[in-house]
């Protein structure tokens, strides 16, 4: 049975229309003006709102063993948070540690997916160690379609490569056509300042931010710039936070560098002073890298609406207030991670879209449309066209409503962005062709998503 969606404004980078959307077997085959249907076609009236090509999330964390703990979400609990909050597609960061097998490590990840998730997905390959066996693990991760890695320059001794490590895995990527991630930090500095802290009495979370500061990160994503200039692979920063970075960033760029740039949904509209507040309440704000004196939060609006910043993730990496809690002794402990896979479209929209910050082109273009192109996905994914999945989002401007942890879908006891408005959310949401949410509602196919694989595109 196919599925018709009349009425409503298309919108997708560079064109707004109003027009219907036909879809049959999964994929839109018609876009016209009053387009009939065969008998027995599901008709959905978008009257009154907008149609969004389904949005990606770059950057997410769902199976993950970290910091004595593990995170919340399963994926069949964030597929549904995702959908609910129109993300219909995500990348999961893949992460064995040092002291893992590469390979059984993405086998085990790809397990914890297959059959569970409502949406689909895909995965950047994390390399935190090059050892001997590592080239043709990676090889055979990359011919199985996963076409992205992800490098750690933090997080020394369990996810963080030395230069060295850093080296061989950009050089290998380029020869593989494959684009590397970079969580960029400065492992040894963050370490030599955790330990600074920690010996002064100083342990509290609103102490993590000073253990990684702004000096660092730039330091690490000029350091990564040029890795990639000197081997000519292609780079993406993920989690950008703050001015500094990113000047390394766009001095890369004006250098001919091939590197993007990603920013999150926390960076955007939380600062510091979250992560200052007392106990637990702190806590739940500490990721990596920090929270930001806030006025690095206007300059990366302003970055997203000229285009120097790609895309906007979440890092969604949900740990609950009791493992939280385990950095009572110490913020070096605090699991690192703010869940967010089901508030940053509404987020984006509302204090981007509707605050005046961001076009409606950029608002699609950073939410879905730059990581499908980044990432080897379009058009499949990020377009509204014949022959694209039917991925789409029937948006409602109208609703009102405010961030709860009572409301929430995805498996934890608190949301980081508890109490603010939103202005606008799906009212329908499709994964090729089947309506999967409805109204902040999951109505779908448990386990209907597919991992997505993908061709080398960066030689």
């Known amino acids: 049975m196919g599925l018709l969606i009349k009425n409503g404004e298309i919108i997708t980078v560079g064109s707004r229309s109003f027009a219907d959307i036909f879809i049959e077997q999964e994929t839109i085959t018609r876009i016209g003006a009053n387009l009939e249907a065969p008998a027995g076609t599901e008709v959905i009236d978008a009257a009154g709102k907008l149609i969004f090509p389904g949005f990606i999330d770059p950057h997410v964390h769902i199976y ?4 004595a703990t593990f995170a919340k979400d399963t994926h069949e609990t964030a597929s549904i948070a995702a959908l609910i909050g129109g993300t219909t597609t995500y990348i999961e960061m893949c992460c064995p540690n040092r002291n893992d097998d590469a390979l059984a490590g993405y086998q085990l990840w790809k397990s914890k997916a297959d059959g569970q998730s409502a949406c689909d997905y895909a995965f950047h390959m994390s390399v935190t160690k090059f050892v001997a066996e590592t080239e043709s693990q990676l090889r055979e991760i990359v011919a199985d379609g996963t076409t992205s890695f992800k490098i750690f320059l933090s997080y020394k001794n369990f996810f963080g490569v030395d230069d060295g490590e850093m ?3 950009l050089e290998l990527a380029k020869r593989l056509g494959v684009i590397v991630t970079a969580h960029c ?3 040894e500095l963050v370490d030599r300042l955790q330990k600074k802290l920690l010996s002064e009495g100083k342990i509290g979370p609103e102490w ?7 000096s660092v990160e730039a330091e690490g994503t000029g350091r990564f710039a040029t890795f990639l200039e000197n081997t000519g692979a292609t780079g993406y920063v993920v989690h950008l936070s703050c001015e500094k970075a990113l000047a390394a960033a766009l001095a890369a760029k004006s250098r001919g560098v091939q590197i ?8 955007l509209l939380l600062d510091k002073t979250y992560a200052e507040r007392a106990g637990v309440e702190g806590m739940k704000h500490v990721m990596s890298p920090p929270l930001r004196a806030k006025h690095n939060q206007a300059v990366l609006w302003t970055a997203l609406a000229n285009e120097a910043i790609d895309t906007v993730g979440t890092d969604h990496c949900p740990f ?8 009572k002794d110490s913020f070096v402990s605090i ?3 703010i869940p967010g896979i089901e508030d940053r479209v509404n987020l984006l929209y509302t204090y981007g879209v509707k605050a005046g910050r961001l076009t409606m082109d950029r608002f699609v273009d950073v939410a879905s449309t730059r990581a499908a192109k980044l990432f080897g996905l379009y058009p499949r994914k990020g377009a509204i066209a014949v022959g694209s999945d039917a991925d789409l989002v029937v948006y409602d401007p109208n609703y009102r409503g405010v961030i709860s942890a009572k409301t929430q879908h995805s498996n934890n006891d608190y949301n980081g962005f508890e109490g603010m408005k939103i202005e606008g959310r799906p009212s329908v949401v499709t994964v090729r062709g089947k309506v999967q949410a409805r109204d902040g509602k999951f109505v779908g196919e448990r386990g209907r998503g597919r991992m997505l694989k993908r061709a080398p595109a960066y030689f």
């Open 64 to 67: 993950l063993p970290f910091m």
């Open 167 to 169: 080296y061989q895995t």
């Open 185 to 187: 930090e400065n492992a």
């Open 208 to 214: 993590h931010e000073p253990s990684r500061p702004e």
């Open 260 to 267: 993007s740039v990603e920013a999150v949904v926390p960076h």
């Open 320 to 327: 609950d207030a009791e493992q939280k809690f385990l950095g």
């Open 335 to 337: 699991p690192n991670g």
